[in-house]
């Protein structure tokens, strides 16, 4: 029975293994959409991501009830639980590391109100990164571990760009490359 069970348990790894690959996939997927100004097709897979996310929670609540089938006691279960892989690190940096994601959203709707509403990602991007390159820290200014030659606050300066497209505050059908506000976001810095 002990040696079904270690089957089991290795089966698990590579199940929890797997699912995590493919949630960095779809990630740098989401991540290369969004670069290239596919707004559509960035949201599905970013839900895409959060299904896949969510299957992993279900396959790790399955894990931990094949191991309470096995336990026997409470003091020996807590002596035979075994310990968790951690999830291989890609880059990921602590919290307050580098510059939250809603740092971006003033300076972004700001730059495109000075620019007349709309303007080229890239050229957005460069005035942005004027404005907060004060607030930047080194591990910003680093390269994106999904995308190295590409600075990590560029790529979060364009997850926040999402964000205000979602929210309304930037509009959802420009042309490609080209970022534009919305009267509601130019609403939103007129108040700030």
Not at 14 to 33: G, P, Y
Not at 74 to 97: D, I, V, Y
């Amino acid at each position: 029975m002990e040696s079904e069970n270690q089957e089991v348990r290795a089966a698990f790894e590579a199940l929890r293994q797997a699912i995590e690959t493919a949630v960095d996939a779809c990630k740098l997927d989401a991540s290369q959409t969004m670069q290239a100004g596919d707004l559509e097709n960035t949201e599905i897979l970013i839900e895409r991501c959060r299904r896949i996310q969510r299957v992993g929670e279900s396959v790790r609540k399955s894990e931990d009830e094949w191991e309470n089938a096995f336990r026997t006691n409470r003091r020996r279960r807590r002596q035979e639980k075994p310990a968790r892989s951690r999830r291989r690190n890609l880059g990921r940096l602590p919290k307050g590391a580098r510059l939250a994601e809603g740092e971006y959203r003033q300076p972004i709707l700001q730059t495109l109100v000075e620019m007349g509403g709309s303007g080229s990602a890239g050229e957005v991007l460069d005035r942005v990164f004027a404005r907060v390159k004060t607030l930047l820290s080194p591990a910003d200014l680093e390269g994106n571990p999904s995308q190295p030659t590409q600075a990590r606050w560029r790529n979060t300066a364009q997850w926040c760009k999402l964000g205000l497209v979602r929210d309304g505050l930037l509009k959802r059908k420009s042309p490609h490359g080209i970022w534009e506000t919305t009267e509601r976001g130019r609403d939103f810095i007129r108040r700030v």
